[in-house]
């Protein structure tokens, strides 16, 4: 199998070039090495083709370049696109980028592949942010935590999209190209709307990965901000648990084309992000942790964000196995093995 990632040099990417290279996959990164550390992946990931079964292929480019895309596309059975600009404030700040690099990338990806003379399948990166605030959804305040009031298993496909901020309009638009593209020109076309994801190799910062960013901060005595009331609830899907089903959907895309799929850990792994949290974080910690100081809420920020995955389940029997201290604690030995990164 030969599969195409952009942003493989990211957190998510590089997780899921590691894992098919371990299956003896021929993988091609397409990244332009802008974040900061995506080259530290690289280089792991390049030991590792140089070892393992299958092979490693890096291409260095921008998603804004449709040449490069189109004469990679006809190479690859799969394109996994997972590059992309990834924070709320950034968009805020610079909406024009963010567009450029999210709507206009998505379409020069799809566009790639189907003018290729084989048109490989399409997996698209999308995210909860194009639900919006959701600002319509009953909530529930407790002491530790808000929850939805009449949603037991969170917010499905059909919930109304609302794209709220820059970022939910750049990452909203590719995520219904994508989606039009396997109805109007057949291409083979699936859509994940991921909730937040955690792990290894993740270079959380402020503005995204929230939980790698406190482990991060927690260890190198760095300020933490706590935005809102710290009791916003989010669902939690370890690393593993995410290439797992990226796996599943590169092997059984006929299933899949057209569909849209919430991807999040459900109910069973919530947590809210400061007020529940807290206690955990000063577990691996070993002592009391206390945020810097305190923000208001910002633009888009969801009391709760829960996504129903029983679609993905029926379609694909794909659940999240991993607890979220089970994950939190990978995540914090990784970040502890590798601080010299965070220096």
Known sequence: ???LITGGAGFIGSNLAARLIARGHAVTIFDNLSRPRTAYNLGWLQGLGEHGPGTLTFV??????FSALEQLAPKADTIVHLAGQVAVTTSVQNPRDDFMVNALGTLNVLEAARLAPQQPAVIYSSTNKVYGSMEEVAIVEEPTRYRYRDLPHGIDERFPID??????CSKGAGDQYVRDYARIYGLRTTVFRQSTIYGPRQFGVEDQGWAA???IATLMGRPITIYGDGKQVRDMLYIDDLIDLYELAIANNERTVGQIYNVGGGMAHTISIWQEFQPLISHLAGHTVQPTSHGEWRPGDQQVCVLDTR???????WQPKTSFPTGMQRLWD???EHRDLFV
């Open 311 to 317: 679609k993905v389940e029926r379609d694909l029997g």
């Open 334 to 336: 990784w970040i502890v």
């Open 60 to 65: 260095e480019g921008d998603l804004r370049d």
């Open 163 to 168: 794209f709220h901020s820059p970022y939910g």
């Open 213 to 215: 960013h406190f482990a």
């Open 1 to 3: 199998m030969r599969t």
